[in-house]
Each structure stands twice: as structure tokens, then as C-alpha cells.
């Protein structure tokens, strides 16, 4: 069997894709190694308990723990064969496949229905999104908008200095319009902020506001990836992790926060010529998001056409 599970579109409508035990362990093994190496630095500082303000976030904001983004999904519409497939038969969404034959396993129908609503937000969001044109005009001022006046306690990041200090900071949010149209970066902005957007941003216009410039929208396909498992598979989860960790790289280089004792260097987008840096790079960061969306995009469709 040489065909891919993590490159069907189509799913299920000619029959499950049937893995060997020696091809799916190999690929299980072979995501385990490449999560490994993602994740190890944080697991080695979360058991020294160390923060990182940067890392940290993708397994804060992000519901999925580094043992949850290690195990291996082979999406909807795989079948695994062989005595290892018994481990799937405990895993939340999965069910023994095959009948009465050798061990099998496979995601449980069931899960569609359960997760059709998100199915369907998903696929609404991502498709609504792709269809706009991107907007590189933001300067990654949300950070900025989130400590606006807000004192000590509007600092997210404890014991990581303003690089401008407060009134600097301050002074560059008022130089700048905010161009904001993440709502769940909005919704973080200080009350001194929040009316100087050019939207005032609400969650159920999300789908209406959602545009592929915005960095938050492209590290969010890990979320909605990670929300529709184990419906998706595994590689394309870890490639929107990975575009989740560069996104947030730059989000933080951008922000107020003087990050240099961790080797960060700031974009500094109080001059122009920071501006230009960010929006290179932040253009960069969405053509790389483009795919991943059309991706997922289309894995909702397939799975929303299955009867």
C-alpha cells in the first residue's frame, strides 16, 4: 500500500485505507521522534519549572498538551491493522475496526456526528478567511494594545521588562491606529484600547472579520486542528504547529517586551523601518499559512459530505 493517509481528501468513499502494522508504526514512529524534538525543550524546562514567554503560549492558550501533540492520528477513514492496534481500541474516538478478524482498529464513525458543529464552524471560518485579501497593516500592535495604559498588572509576561517602558509603550500605541481584526486578541486589550481599534471586535462575527494576513488566524489552524481531532491526522496537525511556533516567534519579537536575554531580536515597529520588517515577515508567514488552510479546508469538506 503505497498511498498516504495524511493526503486523502477524499476519505472514506471508496472503502477505508488499509495501513500494515509495519507501515503504521513506522510513520507512528516517526511523528513521535519529530514532536520529540519540537516539544523537549519546553517538557525540560516545565519539569525545572522555568517559563519561557515566548514557547510557553503554545501550550497555554493552546488546549493540547505535548503527550496529547505526541500521539500519532491517522485521521478519518484509516484503518490499522495489527496487534498494536490494540492500543487504539482505548483511545478516546476510536473503536476495534475489522469484526471478528485480526485486530484492527479505526476512528469511530460516532465522532462525525459529535463534532459536526465544529465541523462546520471551521469550515465557514477557513473558507470565509481564504476568501479575503490580506491585510498587512496591523504592526503586531495587539501586544502593544494589551498593556496600553494598564499598568503592572497589564504586564502578561512578569519579570520580562517593556522594552520602552511603560510611557514608551504607551506613546507608540497613541502614534498608530489599531488595526486589530483577531477578535481573540481584541478581547485582551486594556480598556484604554479597546476604543482606539478600528472595529470594536465581537465573537460572533468572527467568521465576518477573520482575514490570512493576521498572524493569530494562521497560528490558529493548530487550534482548529487540534479541535478536530482524531478526525485530521497527525501531519497536518504538526505542520500547523510548527507554523503555530514561528508565528508566535515574530508575534513576540514585535511586541513591547525586551526579549533579548533569550536571544530574541526585537522587531521594532516604532520605526519605519521595523514596520517594513514585520509586515516582510508577516507576509512570509501567511503565503506558508495558505496551504495549511486549503488543507484543512478541504479535509472539513470531505468529512461534512460523508453520509
Known sequence: ????????????????????QDEWTARRDAHR????????????????GEKHPVLDFLFTYYSLRPSQLRRWHPGFGVRLEGDAARDYWEFSGYRRAGGEGPPAAEVNPAVLGQRRSMLEFTARLLESTAARPAQLGCFGLHEWAMVYRGGDEAVRHSGTPLRL???????????????????????????D???????????????????????????DLYKWAG?????????????????????????????????????YEPVPIESAAGRAEYVRAQSALAERAAP????????????????
Open 1 to 20: 500500500m503505497t498511498e498516504t493517509a495524511t493526503a486523502r481528501d477524499d476519505v472514506v468513499p471508496g472503502g477505508p485505507l488499509v495501513l500494515a
Open 33 to 48: 521522534e519529530r514532536v520529540d524534538a519540537l516539544v523537549g525543550p519546553h517538557v525540560a524546562r516545565q519539569a525545572r
Open 165 to 191: 517602558g511603560a510611557s514608551g509603550t504607551d506613546a507608540v500605541v497613541e502614534s498608530m491606529n489599531l488595526r486589530c481584526t483577531h477578535f481573540d486578541a481584541f478581547r485582551f486589550f486594556t480598556d
Open 193 to 219: 484600547a479597546a476604543p482606539r481599534n478600528e472595529i470594536a471586535l465581537r465573537r460572533e462575527d468572527q467568521a465576518d472579520r477573520e482575514q490570512p494576513g493576521c498572524l493569530h488566524a494562521g497560528m
Open 227 to 263: 479541535k478536530l481531532l482524531p478526525l485530521v491526522d497527525s501531519d497536518l496537525l504538526v505542520r500547523c504547529f510548527e507554523l503555530a511556533g514561528a508565528a508566535r516567534e515574530l508575534d513576540m519579537r514585535a511586541s513591547p517586551y525586551d526579549l533579548g536575554a533569550l536571544g
Open 292 to 307: 495549511l488552510r486549503a488543507e484543512l479546508l478541504g479535509r472539513c469538506r470531505a468529512l461534512l459530505d460523508l453520509p
